[in-house]
């Protein structure tokens, strides 16, 4: 793959509002079939590499988890041209040896949301796409490779829970999580990973660890005030390991879900209505000519 295929999109989560770093930078506002992305995209090329960065919650963090216009966000990503997406997000620990300020390269998601369009297709077209592997094992591998060479400590591997919010989780909440077996909890990443797959780009998430929840009886609950504090204090570390995996993105494999949706759409071509593919071509038209 040559650097000129390859455009990163870098999702910036609570505390990443900006990236600094970049050439060429262009501020691009897009409207999508299904309405605004958070806000407008920064687009540059970091060391010779494209890239297209969106604060997940708009500059100023104006947009809750669950109003998030998780579809258009991606579909501008799409359009732009990502092939990849890096997510960077705060998370709460689940386990004692995920420390605040570590990170976490996390390979699995379960779902605990409850109202959130995530699908691009409805309304006339099915499909289903693979999704037993949610983040891309390529892409995560190169990120973990980005945090040794950048010296900061990851553990690789880890289920993300995707909470609805936006209130934190209650204690039995916590504590059942943590039963279950899962590492981190978040609200924003799930359906971004779906609607990746769905439009075909390599989707993984860089969890910055910034509480322990409210299960942990030696360390305080969860506030807002405490993951912005180590959000903050971490932030030049996610940023540095952003600039580190771009590069090997471009060096990299092509995304191995470039034609994720090759064996998935169900309905019959003759079945696709005129509208349904003006909205969808960005994503089917590939496979309907
Ligand atoms: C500010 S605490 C809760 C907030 O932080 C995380 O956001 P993001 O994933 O965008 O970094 C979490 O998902 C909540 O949205
Ligand atoms: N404890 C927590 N629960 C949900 N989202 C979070 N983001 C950061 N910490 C979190």
């Known amino acids: 793959m040559t650097q000129s295929d390859v455009v990163v999109g870098v999702i910036g989560g609570s505390g990443l509002y900006e990236m600094d770093g970049l050439e060429d930078v262009r501020e691009v506002s897009l409207a999508t079939p299904f309405g605004a992305p958070s806000d407008a995209y920064i687009t540059g090329t970091f060391a010779g590499v494209s890239m297209a960065f969106l604060p997940r919650h708009g500059r100023g963090h104006r947009i809750s988890p669950s109003e998030l216009n998780f579809r258009a966000n991606i579909w501008g990503l799409k359009k732009l041209g990502a092939t990849h997406i890096v997510s960077v997000s705060a998370v709460g620990s689940m386990r004692e040896d995920i420390v605040p300020g570590e990170f976490v390269v996390i390979d699995q998601f379960f779902d605990r949301t409850r109202h959130r369009p995530d699908t691009f297709f409805s309304d006339g077209i099915v499909a289903h796409v693979l999704f037993a592997d949610p983040v891309c094992p390529d892409l995560r ?3 973990l490779e980005a945090c040794r060479e950048a010296g900061i400590k990851a553990h690789d591997g880890g289920t993300y829970l995707n909470m609805e919010g936006p209130q934190f989780s209650t204690r039995a909440e916590s504590k059942i ?3 279950w077996g899962v590492d981190v909890i978040g609200m924003t990443n799930l359906q971004e990973a779906k609607l990746a797959r769905e439009a075909e ?9 910034t509480d322990y929840d409210c299960w ?13 504090e180590v959000a903050h204090r971490n ?3 996610a940023r540095a390991v952003v600039k580190a995996v771009v ?14 949706l090759e064996h998935a759409i169900m309905t019959s071509k003759e079945h696709i209505s005129p509208e349904v593919r ?3 071509g ?8």
Do not use: C, W
Not at 201 to 209: G, H, P, V
Not at 216 to 226: F, L, P
Not at 282 to 289: C, G, Q, R
């Open 141 to 143: 591998l190169l990120m």
């Open 177 to 179: 999580y943590r039963q």
């Open 201 to 209: 780009m390599s989707y993984a998430t860089l969890a910055m660890a």
């Open 216 to 228: 942990h009886e030696g360390h305080d609950d969860v506030t807002v005030e405490a993951v912005l």
């Open 235 to 237: 932030v030049g570390n």
């Open 247 to 260: 590069p090997k993105i471009a060096a990299g494999p092509p995304s191995r879900f470039a034609n994720a």
């Open 278 to 280: 003006e909205r969808l």
């Open 282 to 289: 960005l994503l089917i038209d590939k496979y309907l000519d």
